[in-house]
């Protein structure tokens, strides 16, 4: 039985233009059976719902039709289940790093378990040392790896993540790549991971969940099978594969920002 499952999910918005009212379908027969444990990627075009069908995972938002169910039980809002580490680390600028990290635990256990807690976790992520700092004081790489260690302290088996390292330069990108590898390796939560990146997907991924253009729809289910961690010299032929599957929805946004453009 598998721990993550999607069924027959639709979603859709109501779009208001000066002219009239109309529904977009994001996204449109989702399927998708991810297994305890497994680190599973989303990939796909721009607007192609990636982040949408995220959020619905989460229970921030819920399907226009169908199920998604987490452990056998349907999600209908966020919980304690899973974590979410977003694109923007979205920490507290008041609070030391420390103090992000047990923000969440401060319902569940005394002052001292949550403190080492977090200081486990901060370790894991290389920042033990700067937890008492405040995040204008850390760097773009170190705060996202502050909301990773607050998102792993919650101890949810599910770990959520919307392009995290989406607004880090390439060299900061790569180093947290290898850092998440390694969390994963060592933790084994079983995580979705939204990304634009081919290489991304590839270097971190067991499975490649690539989708078609709006209204997206999982299109290949695209399994990395080489050794972990894994190298960059290993990943250009899997990249060259995915980028011709790609490539088509690629040309079809094109085409349909063509067409808007010619009948506004």
């Known amino acids: 039985m598998s721990y993550l499952h999607i069924e027959n999910v639709n979603k859709s918005f109501q779009r208001n233009t000066k002219r009239s009212e109309d529904t977009i379908q994001a996204l ?16 796909g075009t721009s607007g192609c719902g990636k982040s949408t069908l995220l959020s619905m995972i989460a229970g921030l938002s819920k399907p226009s039709s169908g199920s998604i169910s987490l452990a056998g039980n349907e999600i209908k809002e966020p919980g304690p289940d ?10 507290f600028p008041w609070m ?3 103090e992000n990290v047990t923000f969440p635990l401060r319902q569940k256990m005394n002052k001292k378990d949550q403190e080492n807690i977090a200081l486990h976790y901060l370790q894991m992520v290389q920042l033990s040392q700067f937890a008492n700092q405040y995040p204008h004081e850390l760097s773009g790489g170190m705060q996202q790896r502050v909301a990773i260690a607050r998102a792993l302290a ?3 088996n599910l770990l959520l993540m919307d392009e995290p390292f989406g607004a880090l330069d390439e060299q900061t990108r790569t180093v947290m790549q290898d850092e998440l590898e390694k969390i994963w390796m060592e933790t084994q939560k079983t995580i979705v991971f939204v990304t634009h990146s081919i290489r991304e997907a590839v270097k971190l991924s067991d499975r490649i969940m690539i989708m078609s253009a709006r209204p997206g729809t999982i299109i290949s289910d695209f399994k990395v099978d080489l050794k972990r961690p894994r190298q960059q010299k290993d990943l250009a032929l899997l990249e060259e594969e995915i980028m011709a599957i790609l490539k088509k929805e690629i040309d079809n946004v094109m ?3 063509l067409q808007y453009a010619n009948h506004r």
């Open 96 to 98: 030391s790093v420390k």
């Open 28 to 43: 449109q027969t989702i399927n998708l059976s991810i297994h305890n444990g497994e680190f599973v990627s989303l990939l």
């Open 82 to 91: 899973k974590s979410v580490v977003f694109q923007e680390p979205a920490l």
């Open 154 to 156: 919650m101890d949810a």
């Open 255 to 257: 085409k349909e920002e």
